[in-house]
C-alpha cells in the first residue's frame, strides 16, 4: 500500500525533461538578483515608500524609476527558483531533495538573521530611536530575546530577530514544502497533457490564462502580505512551465512584441502611481483598476525577461558558474551592506549623487570580496549556501547533513507552525 501511494510522489515519466541545462535561466539569475542592489539602494531614497533606514536625500522622482523593476523583480526570482525546483527533482530522491534542501535554505537564513541581518535593525534603531549603544553593545543586546532596549521591534521568527530582507528564504523553504504536498496533482498526467493544450494558443492567450490567477488573489488578499501567494504562483508557473520549450520559443517568437508592450506598460503604471496611487481623492474604483495594471505589469514583465534571456542571453560562459555560486551568499550581504554604508556615509553629506553612486560601487565590490572570500574556507561555504567542496564519503555527508539539520530543529519547527505574516 505505502509503496503505491509513494509513486505518486516520484517523477513523472511522461513529462519531458530538458536535455540540458537552461543557460539563459542561469544568465538571468545572476541579473535578477544583482539588479536588487540597485532597487535596495533606490529604497533609501523613495519619499513615499518604507525601507529599515532612510538618506537624507529623499525623492519622488526616483519612484518613477523603482516603478521599472517594482512589478516583476520578485516574481522573476521565484519563476527562476521554481524551474530550479522542477529540474532538482529529477535528480534526487525526494527523501534526499528535501534533507538537502531544508539545510541549503535554512542553514544561511540561520546565519543570516544572527550574525548578517542585525546591522540592519541597529541602524533602523538610530534613525528613529536615536540609539547611544555602540554596535558591540546593540549585538550583545541582541541575543537577549527578552531585552527592554528592543521593547517596539518584537517583529520576526523571534523577537526582535526578524528576517527583513533574507524573506525570501524563508518564503523558498516553505513553498518547497507546499509543492512537494502538492506532486500527485503537479506531476498528473491531465494536468500537463492541458498544460500543453493551453500552451498551443497563442502568445496573449497564453498571458491571459496566467494573469487570472494573479487578478483574482490580487483581488482577494490584504494587500500586505500578497507578496507570499504571489510569489507562490510564479513559482508554480516555473515548476510546471521549465519543462516545455514550446513555451520559451514562443517568448523568443514575440520578444520584440512583449518588450514593446512592456515599455507602454511601464509609462501606464509611472501614470497611474502619480495620478491615482498618490492622489488621495481617487476612488476605489480607479484604485482598483490601477492595481489591475500593476499586475498585469507584474506577469509582462516576467514574460518579457524571459523573452529577453531567451533570446539574448544563450552562451554559457565561464564566469557563469561561478557568478552562479556566488548569488547565495551576494543575496545574503547585500541588502546589510547597502544599509551599513548608507549608515556610515549619512553624516558626511555626500549629496545626491555621489553617496548612491559610492553605496552600489561598494556594496557589488565588498560582496563580490565576501563571496571570493568564502569560496575559499570549506567549513563556511555551506553557511552561506555555497556548495560544498571536496571529496567525501557518503557517510561523512549524511553525518554533516543530520548534524546541520539538528541546528536547524528550533527554527525549522518555528517555520513549520508559524504562518501568521502570510496572512
Known amino acids: 500500500m505505502f509503496k503505491s501511494i509513494a509513486k505518486w510522489w516520484q517523477p513523472a515519466a511522461f513529462v519531458s525533461h530538458p536535455t540540458e541545462r537552461f ?24 519619499q513615499n515608500w518604507g525601507f529599515h533606514f532612510k538618506s537624507n536625500y529623499l525623492s519622488t522622482e526616483i519612484e518613477n524609476l523603482m516603478l521599472f523593476l517594482s512589478p516583476w523583480r520578485m516574481g522573476l526570482i521565484w519563476f527562476i527558483s521554481g524551474a530550479a525546483l522542477s529540474c532538482l527533482l529529477q535528480k534526487s530522491p525526494l527523501p534526499q531533495f528535501l534533507m538537502i534542501r531544508t539545510v541549503k535554505i535554512l542553514l544561511p537564513l540561520l546565519v543570516g538573521v544572527w550574525f548578517v541581518v542585525p546591522i540592519q535593525l541597529y541602524a533602523q534603531m538610530q534613525q528613529e530611536v536615536g540609539l547611544t549603544l555602540s554596535y558591540v553593545e546593540f549585538y550583545i543586546a541582541f541575543f537577549d530575546l527578552s531585552h527592554p532596549l528592543f521593547a517596539q521591534y518584537q517583529a520576526g521568527i ?4 526578524d528576517v527583513n530582507h533574507l524573506w525570501y528564504l524563508r518564503s523558498l523553504w516553505q513553498f518547497t514544502l507546499l509543492l512537494v504536498l502538492m506532486l500527485p496533482v503537479l506531476q498528473s498526467r491531465w494536468l500537463h497533457k492541458g498544460i500543453a493544450r493551453f500552451l498551443q494558443r497563442p502568445v496573449l492567450w497564453v498571458y491571459l490564462g496566467l494573469l487570472v ?8 488578499w490584504p494587500s500586505d502580505t500578497f507578496r507570499y501567494p504571489m510569489g507562490f504562483i510564479f513559482l508554480l508557473y516555473g ?13 523568443v517568437q514575440h520578444w520584440h512584441i512583449l518588450l514593446g508592450f512592456f515599455v507602454l506598460g511601464y509609462l501606464g503604471v509611472v501614470w497611474g502611481y502619480q495620478s491615482i496611487w498618490l492622489d488621495s481623492q481617487s476612488v476605489q474604483w480607479q484604485i482598483t483598476s490601477m492595481d489591475m495594471f500593476y499586475t498585469a505589469q507584474r506577469l509582462l514583465g516576467v514574460m518579457t525577461m524571459l523573452a529577453l534571456a531567451m533570446r539574448f542571453l544563450t552562451r554559457s560562459h565561464p564566469i557563469l558558474n561561478k557568478l552562479n555560486g556566488w548569488v547565495f551568499p551576494f543575496y545574503i550581504f547585500h541588502q546589510s551592506v547597502i544599509i551599513g554604508l548608507a ?3 549619512s553624516p558626511l553629506q555626500l549629496g545626491p549623487w555621489l ?19 568564502l ?11 555555497m556548495k560544498v567542496i571536496g571529496k567525501y564519503d557518503k557517510a561523512s555527508l549524511y ?9 536547524l530543529m528550533p527554527l525549522l519547527f518555528n517555520l513549520l507552525f508559524s504562518w501568521r505574516y502570510m496572512l
Open 355 to 373: 553617496e548612491p553612486t559610492l553605496i552600489i560601487l561598494l556594496t557589488f565590490g565588498l560582496c563580490a570580496l565576501a563571496c571570493w572570500g
Open 239 to 251: 515548476f510546471l512551465l521549465v519543462h516545455y520549450r514550446a513555451f520559451f520559443a514562443s517568448l
Open 343 to 345: 549608515y556610515y556615509f
Open 23 to 46: 543557460v539563459e535561466l542561469d544568465w538571468l539569475r545572476v541579473l535578477a538578483f544583482g539588479l536588487l542592489v540597485f532597487y535596495h539602494t533606490g529604497m533609501l531614497y523613495t
Open 399 to 407: 553525518t554533516g547533513y543530520t548534524l546541520a539539520l539538528f541546528l
Open 213 to 220: 490567477p494573479l487578478c483574482v488573489l490580487k483581488l482577494s
Open 158 to 161: 523571534w523577537p526582535h530577530v
Open 375 to 385: 569560496s575559499y574556507i570549506a567549513l563556511l561555504r555551506p553557511l552561506f549556501g
